[in-house]
């Protein structure tokens, strides 16, 4: 009878050993999904960034790329603690988990506290920045991130094309004559700034504060969404390995 029951004992361990390997290499490829999620985030749309006043979206961007590198990490140490049965590995294991679910919290908090702010923000803050900042010494970045969203989203000015007749720089001798940046031409080219009609410039409801708004919008939900995925496979990857735990002997410690 015995001998019955630690032979099902040894089959329940192994399968919850090889269970917890597939859990492991899924866990190890959603790590790479999230890494690559926040990487591209930085790297694609850095420029944007620089257009924002607040840090949190960007903050919320690293926490993924740090939040994927441990996955990655975790995920080998999981395979090796599975395979070699070893309950010190396990319980390291087990506070990765937990530590990559609380990192993944924060960022979903982070989106989501920038969601809330994210409308009022831009209105005040898109303006004054394409206002005061556009074309001026030391702010080439903002330049070229104002210059991009023009052309990327089909639009022109914060709100409004009449916008830029505020600027600094149309108001200055750098503007040449231009009502609005060159960037704001459905055929840009070199002066074509000078006249702000219809038919040569984008002329969009709501100007670039809603297409910023909604190109922010819809990578927070990007955002919340992989993190949702990844929480919810370490949620079952913490209860296989407190399975697997209670089913190793105490003399492998």
């Known amino acids: ?79 090796c603690a599975t395979f070699k049965e070893q309950r010190r590995l396990l319980r390291v294991y087990f506070v990765l988990l937990l530590c990559i679910f609380l990192l993944e919290v924060l960022s979903g908090v982070l989106a989501y506290i920038y969601y809330q702010q994210l409308n009022a923000e831009l209105k005040h803050s898109l303006r004054e920045t394409m206002v005061k900042k556009y074309e001026q010494a030391e702010q080439d970045h903002v330049t070229r991130a104002v210059d991009k969203l023009q052309q990327e989203f089909h639009c022109c000015g914060s709100h409004r094309s009449v916008d830029w007749a505020d600027s600094v720089w149309v108001r200055s001798a750098g503007a040449k004559g231009r009502l609005v940046p060159d960037s704001c031409c459905k055929s840009p080219s070199e002066g074509c700034g000078l006249r702000d009609h219809p038919s040569n410039i984008y002329l969009v409801e709501g100007g670039c504060v809603s297409k910023l708004e909604d190109f922010i919008l819809d990578h927070l939900k990007i955002i919340g969404t992989v993190g949702v995925v990844i929480a919810s496979i370490q949620v079952t990857g913490m209860v296989f390995t407190c399975c697997l735990y209670r089913s190793l002997k105490a003399d492998t410690l």
């Open 1 to 79: 009878m015995g001998a019955n029951e630690d032979k099902g004992g040894t089959c329940g361990t192994i399968f919850l050993k090889y269970l917890l390997f597939t859990f492991n290499f899924l866990f190890w490829l959603a790590g790479g999904v999230v890494m690559g999620v926040g990487v591209w985030t930085l790297v694609e749309k850095s420029e944007y960034i620089s257009l924002l006043p607040s840090k949190t979206y960007a903050a919320s961007a690293y926490i993924l790329v740090l939040a994927g590198a441990i996955v990655m990490v975790t995920g080998v140490l999981g395979c």
